[in-house]
């Protein structure tokens, strides 16, 4: 008697199996806002000197800025600074 190989997981349209769920921890990033370049739906923002990745836009919906001395600071799901190369 074989045995039957396991199933195969679920797959779209197109034979993948479905994207993993973004990581939606949230990571502290040092960052600093280019003035004039952001909208009302998203920030512009770069690497303070020495930081990692490149300048780019992130959606006002998914970043909270620090208060006070701490407004060089963003906090924003981990998928997001991954996405931008700023961790």
């Keep these: ?35 004039g ?3 009302d739906k998203a920030l512009f923002l770069a690497p303070m000197p020495g930081g990692k990745g490149r300048a780019g836009f992130a959606p006002r ?8 001395d701490q407004a060089q600071f963003f906090t924003m799901p981990r998928w997001l600074a991954v996405e931008r190369g700023w961790v």
């Design 61 to 68: 919906s998914e970043v909270r800025r620090g208060e006070g």
């Design 37 to 39: 370049s952001s909208t």
């Design 1 to 35: 008697m074989k045995r039957r190989p396991p199933p195969s997981p679920q797959r779209d349209l197109f034979g993948r199996p479905p994207d993993a769920p973004p990581d939606r921890t949230p990571v502290t990033v040092p960052l600093r806002e280019v003035a």
